[in-house]
């Protein structure tokens, strides 16, 4: 997508350690109508498929998929990283390693928000092995949903989630893949 591209270029900050910092516009402060415009494009990218509910983890995807389900005029879910008393009954849980706080999550969803009947659109701000959406792929078949698909506003193009997703047979679809990142220069240069 030129228009996330072109933003990742302008407001993007290459630093060392292979992180992009878009906290600026996508994962702090949030441009809802950069968001917007993502909403559409994932809409026209699933556009066949029956997705009646969206699933993210906390907390940088929640802005995200909030905009993207106004498309497709269903609701988010979204897995939390910490139990909490506010949710009773059971759980599905997955364990969930973050690239970016290099620490391991249990991540929840409530039995009552996912079942057999729903077809699940996974949507997050980023994909850089996988963790994340492999342990939501987790809960989402413990649930016996269905995968529709995978929608990821920035995907790191050099590390392994994109290609294993895709070699699973998921429909993948990463607005903006990164091809390489250089810190010292600060170019950024992207996948066609």
Request: hydrophobic share 40%; net charge negative.
């Amino acid at each position: 997508m030129e228009l996330l591209e072109e933003r990742i270029r302008k407001d993007g900050i290459v630093k060392e350690g292979n992180v992009l910092k878009v906290d600026n516009f996508l994962n702090h402060q949030m441009d809802i109508e950069l968001f917007d415009e993502m909403g559409k494009e994932f809409k026209r990218l699933f556009a066949d498929k029956p997705i009646n509910k969206i699933l993210t983890i906390e907390a940088s995807g929640i802005g995200i998929a909030c905009v993207v389900a106004r498309h497709f005029h269903v609701p988010v879910v979204f897995a939390k990283k910490t139990q909490s008393i506010n949710i009773d009954g059971e759980v599905y849980s997955s364990k969930v390693e973050s690239f970016t706080h290099k620490r391991v999550y249990d991540v929840i969803v409530s039995k009552k928000y996912l079942s057999p009947d729903d077809h699940v659109l996974i949507i997050d701000d980023f994909l850089a092995n996988g963790c994340a959406v492999n342990g939501l792929i987790e809960i989402i078949e413990k649930s016996g949903a269905t995968v529709e698909g995978i929608g990821i506003a920035v995907e790191k193009g050099w590390q392994i989630g994109g290609k294993t997703l895709r070699d699973q047979g998921y429909q993948l679809e990463s607005l903006a893949i990164v091809e390489s990142m250089d810190p010292a220069t600060g170019e950024i240069v992207f996948r066609h």
